[in-house]
């Protein structure tokens, strides 16, 4: 039991108030202390953060977000690759030793569409799997309070039924071209559910589905699926083109989210979730990729020709999350429509050819 003094009003009569001190004992359950203290949402603003990523496409969102929320900038740390390579263990020891922080959101991540899986599935397993038993490890060590860990849809098996449910996550195996990567991000939540069981680490898991914004990586071998469809659009119509060429056959179906949503989501996990319960970010809206490529061909101004080239994968046969979760645990929901979000992204795009020409070729 744990005992708390609970001050009386002042009496009605004389407006008095009696001694404090003396005037009365409540005694609550540790238990109910306890669940009580779970409910209530860590103030981020009151935390050093490091946010690996943090200078990324999502985490420079993450990052402003977090100073929107109070978190004062001197408290925010973004760890460069060319300073701590977090897939060797003793950078992620120097990290925690340097900066100190209370909460980590780990967003970095060696990823890339369909091409740079094709080519790199050990890499990536090794990469992404190597920072995440890093940080965890030392998280623990250093008695960190809370570890946010950005999964992947990719985790997710290969004919998982429509929509996507974390219930489904451990119902197969994920689709084979990013496999490596998929299983790698998800063996980071068993950690994190291990660690908490073990020694009381407080983790986070979060599953945004396919992201894109402004800032996106628009290299057409290793970006995923708008970046570059909206690059191919406008260099089409930039050097006249009659025709552009799209991988597969267009018929897999994708999700996607606006990356302002995606870190609005992360933040509100990392502040309601103390437990690594896995939690979809996603719309619930779902098109075919040939669909999407005729709104980015129509948003842009491409009129010309679109030719399949079927010797090419398509990935994963569809992608649609169920979102109830998010919007129960984090009352979170996207709030950016996709054609708004497109055409946000377009034109970031064009301000930047139109900065520095080169970049388009």
């Not at 119902?171 to 299983?183: Q, S």
């Not at 606006?258 to 437990?275: K, N, Q, S």
């Given at each position: 039991m744990r005992r708390f003094i609970v001050n009386d009003p002042a009496t009605p009569e004389t407006g008095a108030r009696t001694n404090t001190r003396l005037s009365r004992i409540v005694f609550v359950p540790i238990g109910v202390l306890r669940r009580f203290l779970r409910l209530m949402p860590t103030d981020l603003a009151r935390h050093r953060v490091v946010v690996t990523g943090g200078a990324g496409f999502l985490g420079r969102v993450v990052v402003e977000k977090l100073k929107a929320r109070g978190c004062p900038p001197g408290n925010i740390f973004i760890p460069r690759r060319s300073h701590y390579d977090l897939t060797h263990e003793d950078a992620a020891k120097r990290l925690y030793a340097d900066f100190k922080p209370s909460v980590v959101m780990h967003l970095a991540a060696e990823v890339g569409g369909i091409g740079a899986n094709l080519d790199n599935p050990g890499r990536f397993f090794f990469a992404n799997m190597a920072m995440a038993m890093h940080l965890i490890e030392h998280a623990r060590l250093n008695k960190l309070e809370k570890f946010v860990q950005?999964?992947?849809?990719?985790?997710?098996?290969?004919?998982?039924?429509?929509?996507?449910?974390?219930?489904?996550?451990?119902?197969?195996?994920?689709?084979?071209?990013?496999?490596?990567?998929?299983?790698?991000?998800?063996?980071?939540?068993?950690?994190?559910?291990?660690?908490?069981?073990?020694?009381?680490?407080?983790?986070?898991?979060?599953l945004p589905v396919n992201l894109y914004g402004p800032h996106d990586n628009f290299d057409l071998h290793s970006s995923h699926v708008i970046p570059a469809l909206i690059r191919k659009c406008i260099a089409a119509i930039d050097q006249g083109d009659d025709h552009m060429v799209c991988w597969g056959t267009g018929k897999v179906?994708?999700?996607?989210?606006?990356?302002?949503?995606?870190?609005?989501?992360?933040?509100?996990?990392?502040?309601?979730?103390?437990?690594?319960?896995?939690?979809?970010?996603?719309?619930?809206?779902?098109?075919?990729?040939?669909?999407?490529?005729?709104?980015?061909?129509?948003?842009?101004g491409f009129k010309g020709q679109i030719r399949w080239d079927s010797t090419k994968p398509d990935g994963q046969p569809r992608r649609c999350l169920d979102t109830q979760r998010a919007k129960k645990l984090l009352h979170w929901q996207a709030e950016v429509g996709f054609e708004e979000g497109l055409k946000r992204t377009i034109d970031w795009w064009r301000t930047e050819i139109a900065k520095s020409p080169a970049i388009a070729k």
């Open positions: 950005v999964g992947t849809i990719c985790s997710y098996p290969k004919f998982t039924p429509v929509p996507f449910k974390e219930d489904d996550l451990w119902n197969g195996y994920p689709e084979e071209t990013n496999a490596p990567y998929g299983v790698a991000k998800k063996a980071a939540m068993v950690m994190l559910d291990g660690y908490r069981r073990q020694y009381g680490l407080k983790g986070v898991y979060v179906s994708r999700e996607f989210l606006y990356v302002d949503d995606a870190a609005e989501g992360i933040l509100r996990a990392a502040e309601m979730m103390d437990e690594p319960t896995p939690v979809n970010l996603g719309t619930g809206m779902e098109i075919t990729i040939k669909d999407l490529v005729e709104l980015i061909a129509r948003l842009t």
